[in-house]
């Protein structure tokens, strides 16, 4: 799925909503639709606009964040200097997909993004679900490279649903099956050692030549 996903940035302060906002436009797949100081102001872009992702603080000066994330039916990250267990609790319970306190490093945002565009590749769409997506889409989200319950042949075969009869390279393959791009190559290397998979080369102009990874009937490209 090939498609930017538009975020809606909500805090009270402006140089921290800028920053936030910087973090989402310079990581691939996302764009900032707005950035807005009030629960009122969001309320109006999110029934105006349909974000896909909200980042929203928990205090607000016309209410309250998580309230405002319970009630949207839109994803949402957390982001506030707020850590007292009951406050994260509360996210939670309100659907919250990530709380990140207050400070931390522009990179941590970063690396929540790029699980949610994995996580949504997962979970988007319209063909059913069965419990081995379910647990990659949620081990993704939560922190697990692999996901938690299927063993690794299962997570194998997700790659194997995503390679099909075509020849693909293990970044191509990443996105396909919404994991990360060293879990496609360690996975991809082990099957071709184990014979499941063939590995061609393709030469570009320069540098090195790109693995791609092949079932044995798969017509070469």
Do not use: C
């Amino acid at each position: 799925m090939n498609r930017d996903w538009r975020v809606l940035v909500i805090d009270d302060d402006f140089r921290v909503a800028g920053i936030h906002a910087d973090v989402v436009r310079g990581t691939a797949g996302f764009t900032v639709l707005d950035s807005v100081r009030t629960i009122a102001e969001a309320r109006d872009v999110i029934a105006r606009d349909a974000p896909d992702l909200l980042l929203a603080d928990v205090y607000l000066p016309d209410g309250d964040g998580i309230e405002l994330v319970r009630a949207a039916d839109v994803d949402a990250f957390v982001l506030s200097a707020a850590d007292e267990p009951a406050t994260v609790r509360r996210a939670l319970h309100a659907g919250t997909l990530a709380y990140l306190v207050k400070p931390f490093s522009q990179r941590v945002l970063a690396e929540r993004l790029d699980r949610y565009a994995r996580f949504r590749r997962v979970v988007s769409g319209t063909r059913r679900l069965g419990q081995e997506k379910v647990d990659q889409a949620l081990s993704i989200m939560h922190g697990s490279e692999e996901p938690a319950s299927p063993s690794a042949s299962a997570t194998e075969q997700l790659m194997l649903d995503a390679l099909g009869d075509g020849v693909l390279s293990a970044s191509e393959v990443a996105r396909l099956a919404g994991v990360s791009r060293a879990t496609a190559q360690r996975r991809l290397a082990a099957m071709a050692g184990r014979g499941i998979l063939e590995v061609r080369l393709r030469y570009g102009t320069s540098g090195r030549p790109e693995h791609l990874y092949a079932r044995g009937n798969a017509s070469g490209r």
